[in-house]
């Protein structure tokens, strides 16, 4: 049987060409892919990142995502340094990826 990452379409980086080919299953492998294990903290960020794009047809910029992140773990981890702790290589290389965005043609998401 295909991983699903087989039987969806991608861009050359890996980015989803159709983010409604998303699912939950699709994000464990394309972090497996990145070789992540996701953390709560980690998936509950994906999942926010889909949860704004369902509402407002668009990501969420970085400074909305800190803004979150304050809201559900304080201070201290709702930080530019705290989100790369994350994601090492970058909020739209990764957490957007992960949660089945485009890859932004702008960069007004990294940190």
Not at 3 to 18: A, C, F, M, P, W
Not at 66 to 94: I, N, S, V
Request: with cysteine; net charge neutral.
């Amino acid at each position: 049987m295909p991983s699903i990452l087989q039987t969806v379409k991608r861009d050359n980086e890996g980015y989803l060409l159709n983010p409604d080919d998303w699912s939950e299953t699709l994000m464990e492998q394309l972090a497996t892919e990145q070789a992540l294990v996701l953390s709560a903290e980690q998936r509950s960020i994906v999942l926010f990142i889909r949860e704004y794009y369902e509402a407002n047809a668009t990501v969420p910029e970085a400074r909305k995502l800190l803004k979150y992140m304050r809201e559900q773990w304080g201070e201290d981890k709702g930080t530019r340094k705290y989100l790369y702790q994350l994601f090492p290589h970058g909020y739209a290389q990764q957490a957007c990826k992960m949660a089945g965005m485009r890859k932004p043609l702008k960069l007004m998401l990294d940190v």
